[in-house]
């Protein structure tokens, strides 16, 4: 690893997200967009080395950890594992940012795992960044104020345990197509977030019982939105309905 490195970046989210395409916007190359298959377009870890606020920094990416199947999930388990290794391998200390998806101010509890599962994990403990990424135009009013911030990092540590702290949540409005984010705010918070060094990595493992209680939400989210968007007859209508519920 390069001595100039500051330190490794790892944003990390479940499929669909966005977090490869803000990792680009960060300035990193990986590979993102639209799955027709239902899960995530990354399925392997990815880094590279960007600049970021003037320090040269590894961007790391991998896939989501919640799959429509287990053998799936678990293998994207294992993928996340070596992604938080890579601090500890590379003698680099490490920052942590998790992207969760906005529904009307409610967490999925894929998410919710995605940040228990990632909490455990890491020895010391991590501050972790929270990218609340996608959110509608009409709710970014509700993020503005502090009651919801609190409520929503309240939520998410007596669920997780995890440190997530109501000044290091970044809210980034859903993008009409063509617009690019202003991450700019999302670029200053990084410079304040902890780097720390790892000292240990347990792997993450993902149990039938944990599976099973998002399951049923994962497929239905899966099947619908799939069976919609290739359905020559319902796919264009939906696409303008969600133009107009922005």
């Given at each position: 690893?390069?001595?100039?490195?500051?330190?490794?970046?790892?944003?990390?989210?479940?499929?669909?997200?966005?977090?490869?395409?803000?990792?680009?916007?960060?300035?990193?190359?990986?590979?993102?967009?639209?799955?027709?298959?239902?899960?995530?377009?990354?399925?392997?870890?990815?880094?590279?080395i960007v600049?970021?606020?003037?320090?040269?920094?590894?961007?790391?990416?991998?896939?989501?950890?919640?799959?429509?199947?287990?053998?799936?999930?678990?293998?994207?388990?294992?993928?996340?594992?070596?992604?938080?290794?890579?601090g500890k391998?590379?003698?680099?200390?490490?920052?942590?940012?998790?992207?969760?998806?906005?529904?009307?101010?409610?967490?999925?509890?894929?998410?919710?795992?995605?940040?228990?599962?990632?909490?455990?994990?890491?020895?010391?403990?991590?501050?972790?960044?929270?990218?609340?990424?996608?959110?509608?135009?009409?709710?970014?009013?509700?993020?503005?104020?502090?009651?919801?911030?609190?409520?929503?990092?309240?939520?998410?540590?007596?669920?997780?345990?995890?440190?997530?702290?109501t000044d290091?949540?970044?809210?980034?409005?859903?993008?009409?197509?063509?617009?690019?984010?202003?991450?700019?705010?999302?670029?200053?918070?990084?410079?304040?977030?902890?780097?720390?060094?790892?000292?240990?990595?347990?792997?993450?493992?993902?149990?039938?019982?944990?599976?099973?209680?998002?399951?049923?939400?994962?497929?239905?989210?899966?099947?619908?939105?799939?069976?919609?968007?290739?359905?020559?007859?319902?796919?264009?209508?939906?696409?303008?309905?969600?133009?107009?519920?922005?």
């Amino acid at each position: 690893m390069r001595d100039d490195v500051s330190c490794v970046l790892f944003i990390t989210g479940n499929p669909g997200t966005g977090k490869s395409y803000i990792a680009n916007h960060l300035g990193a190359n990986f590979e993102s967009g639209f799955a027709m298959h239902g899960g995530g377009v990354t399925t392997q870890v990815q880094q590279q080395i960007v600049d970021i606020n003037g320090q040269n920094i590894l961007m790391v990416d991998a896939p989501g950890l919640i799959e429509p199947d287990l053998v799936a999930t678990r293998r994207n388990a294992e993928e996340i594992t070596e992604a938080l290794k890579l601090g500890k391998k590379n003698r680099k200390p490490l920052k942590i940012g998790i992207i969760v998806m906005d529904h009307n101010g409610r967490i999925q509890r894929s998410d919710m795992l995605l940040i228990q599962k990632v909490n455990q994990a890491l020895t010391p403990r991590f501050e972790i960044l929270l990218i609340v990424n996608q959110v509608k135009r009409r709710n970014m009013q509700h993020y503005a104020t502090r009651e919801c911030i609190e409520t929503l990092v309240n939520r998410i540590h007596e669920y997780t345990q995890a440190i997530v702290r109501t000044d290091r949540v970044i809210v980034i409005e859903d993008q009409d197509e063509g617009d690019l984010p202003d991450l700019e705010p999302l670029k200053n918070m990084l410079d304040k977030i902890v780097k720390q060094e790892v000292r240990d990595v347990q792997d993450i493992k993902i149990t039938e019982e944990e599976f099973q209680t998002i399951g049923e939400q994962i497929l239905i989210y899966t099947v619908a939105t799939l069976a919609v968007l290739t359905s020559p007859v319902w796919g264009p209508p939906y696409l303008i309905y969600k133009a107009i519920k922005k």
